[in-house]
């Protein structure tokens, strides 16, 4: 089933065109990697499809409903969750702090923060916590977690939320190698349970093409290649503009 429609995307900034009318989908429990060399347009769909940027023309829906002119927070509450390259924790509050911060947004309750650390979705937060596999960190500040955990706890955050569609922006950046393969494998299999469409970044080649279940390659705005990851890693193109170049 498809969770996330994109068809003819376009945006321009003055004369450059960052997108030039992309289409493709992403299914539920499937992982789709973007990629392409810098300035492809990578971010730009992303902010595009999370509401931080307007397209110029095309359709972008979610299980059949338009996201086009909805603010972020609006496509947020839709259930577009999204991940960062550079984590986004309050370094301050504790790991469960942190999750339970994004449960009582989900509920509205925002004015519940006085009493969180007491009691507030305790319960929910040691749930997600130990679904990402850092429950025992729980009372830990964030400040002090080493940034593998930090992505862990960010996923958490995202996951309460309950996303159809998850975008994850350069999960990996920063981890070392073997934690990025332990993280992939654990957002594929979240993904996979909870029929959740994931749509990721990457630049480390290594983790889209053992990760992903299909890839979309970017190049001056234009999607040039789509498929399995052995189909695009083979297209002669794709090699040309970015598997061949010292970007990959």
Known sequence: MTVLSVRALAKSYGGVHALRGV?????AGELVALIGPNG???????DVLNGQSAADAGAVELDGRSLLGLTPRQIWRLG???TFQ???TFGSMTVRENVQTALLSRQRRLWSLISLAAHACVDDADALL???GILEQAHRPCAVLAYGDLKRVELAMALANQPRLLLMDEPTAGMAPGERGELMRLAAGLAREDGTAVLFTEHDMEVVFTHADRVLVLAEGELIAQGRPDVVRADARVREVY???GDA
């Open 23 to 27: 289409s493709f989908g992403v299914a």
């Open 40 to 46: 492809a347009g990578k971010t730009t769909c992303f």
């Open 80 to 82: 577009v969750g999204r």
């Open 86 to 88: 550079i984590t986004a």
């Open 130 to 132: 130990a679904r990402v």
């Open 243 to 245: 598997l061949g170049g």
